[in-house]
T-cell receptor, first 114, second 110 residues
Framework: NAGVMQNPRHLVRRRGQEARLRCSPM?????VYWYRQLPEEGLKFMVYLQKENIIDESGMPKERFSAEFPKEGPSILRIQQVVRGDSAAYFC????????????FGNGTRLTVT | KNEVEQSPQNLTAQEGEFITINCSYSVGISALHWLQQHPGGGIVSLFM???GKKKHGRLIATINIQEKHSSLHITASHPRDSAVYIC????????????FGPGTSLSVIP
């Protein structure tokens, strides 16, 4: 049973380009969480999704950022018109249900904006 | 004041020493995670606790729900234990929102 898969591991984008980060949860997991870790800072919640639903996006910047978790396929975190301040590690975690279930983390995508 | 705090922020230990990292929180929780992150690496969940104590190898985690406090202990520390240790709580909201502590950076010197 493969763990949470994130790709790419490293992503370099120029300012103004779009970044697409993918997260395939563990098999059987229908809950996906995205977190961001800025350089020298701790992890911060961004968004929580279930299949085809955004449950909580209170941690997402109001502009340029969006997330989806379609019925089929991975969850996508999309950042439009990237800026240098978007450079960070983006982690995805999944769980089979919510209350009381363990979280399983991916290895993260390290985004560098040049 | 942060909802989840950890101490110490940084810790340097000699190989073989007994290490304790503390976590205190101010919100109601359904569970608490201890996570490990190596430099440039992914995040590994070490423990999930809702009460009492858990042990895995040289690692021990305890939680006191009444005092809103948890500790992570490492016995006979080793340089490969060098990492950032993060306390994360699952809050009692309509769903399990996770709040992370700032992390404790541990360096174990041979």
């Amino acid at each position: 049973n493969a763990g949470v898969m994130q790709n790419p591991r490293h992503l370099v984008r120029r300012r103004g380009q779009e970044a697409r980060l993918r997260c395939s949860p563990m098999k059987g997991h229908s809950h996906v969480y995205w977190y961001r870790q800025l350089p020298e800072e701790g992890l911060k919640f961004m968004v929580y999704l279930q299949k085809e639903n955004i449950i909580d996006e209170s941690g997402m910047p109001k502009e340029r950022f969006s997330a989806e978790f379609p019925k089929e396929g991975p969850s996508i975190l999309r950042i439009q018109q990237v800026v240098r301040g978007d450079s960070a590690a983006y982690f995805c975690a999944s769980s089979p249900w919510t209350e009381g279930s363990p979280l399983h983390f991916g290895n993260g995508t390290r985004l560098t904006v040049t | 004041k942060n909802e989840v705090e950890q101490s110490p922020q940084n810790l340097t230990a000699q190989e073989g020493e007994f290490i304790t990292i503390n976590c205190s929180y101010s919100v109601g929780i359904s569970a608490l995670h201890w996570l490990q992150q190596h430099p440039g690496g992914g995040i590994v969940s070490l423990f999930m606790l809702s009460s009492g104590k858990k042990k895995h190898g040289r690692l021990i985690a305890t939680i006191n729900i009444q005092e809103k406090h948890s500790s992570l202990h490492i016995t006979a520390s080793h340089p490969r234990d060098s990492a950032v240790y993060i306390c994360a709580v699952r809050t009692k909201t309509s769903y399990d929102k996770v709040i992370f502590g700032p992390g404790t950076s541990l360096s174990v010197i041979p």
